[in-house]
C-alpha cells in the first residue's frame, strides 16, 4: 500500500471511531430526552384513560387527533391496527432507546361496542432523533471527504519532491553530478533539496578532483619514467661505458703492472659508484630497508640521508615501545614520512625539521613540524598532499594540516592500532 493509502485509511478510521463515539453519545442523550417527554406524556394518557372511564362520550376523535405524544385509536369490534407507526428505521431506534413496556397501549370498552386504545406515541422525538443521527453522519461524512482532499493535496506536494528526489538520487547513481533539485514553496522541501544540492555538488568536486588526481599521476608516473631513464641512461649508462673501456684497456696493457693497478683501482670505484647509484635508484623505487628494519630504525635512516642530501637539520623522536606493524602499514607510514620531508624541501623554506613517533592511548600519532614560511589555510591540495591523506585513509588514521604565514607547518596524524591488529 502507498503512503497516500496508509494515511487515507488511517484518517477513515480514525473519523469513523470519532463518528461512532458521537452516535453513541447523541442516542445516550436522545434516549434521556424521550423519557422525559414521556413520563411528561404519561399523565396526559392516565387522565384520558379516567375520561374514560366516567364520561366516555367526552372523547371525541377531533379531540385526540392532535395530541403530542399520545396516540389514541377508536376501534370497532373484531377491529385490529395492522400498520405499525413509524419507519423501520425509527422502530429500531424505539427498541433501542425505550422498554417496551412504555409502549404498550391501555384499552377501554364504549358503551357503543367499540374500544378506545390510547398508548404513548415517541415517533415525533425519534423522527427529531433520526434528522439529527443522519445530520451528524453527513456532516462527518463530508468533514471525512474534505479532509482527505487536503490531504491529497498535501501529500501530492511532498510526493511530488520525493519523485523529484528519487529522479535526481537515480540521476547521480548513473554519474551525472551536475544534477540539481528545484526550489519549493515548502520549508522543508528546500532543505532537502539544498542538502541534496550540496551532496551532488560535493561529488562533482570529488569527481573533477579525481580526474585531476589521475591526470597528475599519470602525467607524475610519465616524469618518474623519464627520470629513471635519464638516470640510467646519463649516470648508470656512463659507468658501465667507463667499465666497459678500462676492461679492453685492461688487455692492451696486461704486460704494464702498475698501469694495470691503476685500471683496476678505477673499475673498483666505477663499480662501486655504479652500486650507490642503484641502491639510491632502488631506495627511491622501493624501501626495501623495511623489510629488513623496523619503521624506527627505518625512519632514522631515512631521516639521516634527507638531512645529508638536503642540508636541512632533521630531529627525529620516537617513543618507547612502538608497535610492530604489518609490511603494507609500514611502507604506508614510511612513504608519508618521506612526502612530508619531500614537501618541506620543496615548498616550506626551513631551516629545521622535527618529526615526532609515539604511541598515544589506544593509537599510535605522527607529527612532522617545520619553522618554514607557512602559508594561510585552506590550500588546495596538490598530489603531494593528496598522496598523503590517501595514505592516512589506507591506514584508518586521520590527517589534520595546522599552518600559519612565518609560522611553518605542522602535519599530525593519529592511527588506531586496534585496526591495524
Request: proline letters at 4%; glycine letters at 8%.
Amino acid at each position: 500500500m502507498t503512503a497516500l493509502g496508509r494515511i487515507n485509511l488511517g484518517v477513515s478510521l480514525l473519523f469513523a471511531l470519532v463518528t461512532l463515539l458521537g452516535l453513541a453519545l447523541l442516542l445516550r442523550q436522545a434516549s434521556e430526552d424521550v423519557r422525559r417527554e414521556l413520563l411528561a406524556a404519561e399523565a396526559v394518557v392516565e387522565y384520558l384513560g379516567e375520561v374514560a372511564r366516567t364520561r366516555p362520550a367526552s372523547l371525541r376523535p377531533e379531540l385526540t387527533d392532535n395530541l403530542r405524544h399520545i396516540r389514541v385509536s377508536w376501534l370497532r369490534p373484531g377491529e385490529d391496527i395492522h400498520a405499525q407507526p413509524g419507519t423501520g428505521l425509527q422502530r429500531w431506534i424505539a427498541r433501542q432507546l425505550l422498554d417496551p413496556s412504555l409502549l404498550a397501549a391501555d384499552v377501554w370498552p364504549l358503551g357503543d361496542g367499540r374500544e378506545l386504545r390510547i398508548a404513548l406515541d415517541p415517533y415525533d422525538e425519534i423522527e427529531e432523533i433520526q434528522d439529527s443521527l443522519l445530520q451528524l453522519l453527513l456532516l462527518s461524512a463530508f468533514a471525512l471527504a474534505l479532509s482527505l482532499l487536503t490531504i491529497r493535496f498535501a501529500v501530492r506536494r511532498g510526493l511530488r519532491v520525493l519523485d523529484e528526489l528519487l529522479a535526481g538520487l537515480r540521476q547521480v547513481g548513473a554519474g551525472h553530478f551536475d544534477t540539481r533539485l528545484p526550489n519549493h514553496g515548502l520549508a522543508e522541501a528546500q532543505r532537502l533539496a539544498g542538502h541534496f544540492n550540496a551532496m551532488a555538488t560535493t561529488l562533482q568536486q570529488v569527481q573533477a578532483d579525481n580526474a585531476e588526481l589521475t591526470q597528475a599521476l599519470l602525467e607524475l608516473q610519465e616524469r618518474e619514467r623519464a627520470r629513471l631513464g635519464q638516470t640510467l641512461h646519463d649516470d648508470l649508462g656512463q659507468y658501465l661505458s667507463g667499465i666497459r673501456a678500462q676492461a679492453c684497456l685492461l688487455r692492451v696493457i696486461a704486460d704494464r703492472p702498475q698501469q694495470v693497478q691503476d685500471t683496476a683501482r678505477l673499475l673498483d670505484d666505477n663499480c662501486e659508484r655504479l652500486q650507490q647509484g642503484f641502491r639510491s635508484l632502488i631506495r627511491d623505487l622501493y624501501p626495501v630497508v623495511l623489510e629488513r628494519l623496523e619503521l624506527g630504525p627505518a625512519l632514522q635512516q631515512l631521516t639521516a640521508d634527507w638531512q645529508q642530501a638536503q642540508g636541512i637539520r632533521c630531529r627525529l623522536q620516537l617513543g618507547e615501545r612502538l608497535p610492530e606493524l604489518p609490511l603494507a602499514s609500514k611502507a604506508h607510514l614510511y612513504r608519508l614520512v618521506q612526502e612530508a620531508l619531500t614537501n618541506v624541501a620543496r615548498h616550506a623554506d626551513a631551516s629545521e625539521v622535527r618529526i615526532r613517533l609515539q604511541r598515544r592511548g589506544q593509537g599510535l600519532r605522527l607529527l612532522v613540524r617545520d619553522n618554514g614560511q607557512g602559508t594561510a589555510l585552506p590550500l588546495r591540495p596538490g598530489i603531494g598532499l593528496r598522496s598523503m591523506r590517501e595514505r592516512s585513509r589506507s591506514l584508518g588514521g586521520e590527517l589534520r594540516l595546522h599552518s600559519r604565514p612565518q609560522v611553518g607547518w605542522v602535519l599530525c596524524l593519529n592511527i588506531p592500532l586496534e585496526a591495524k591488529s
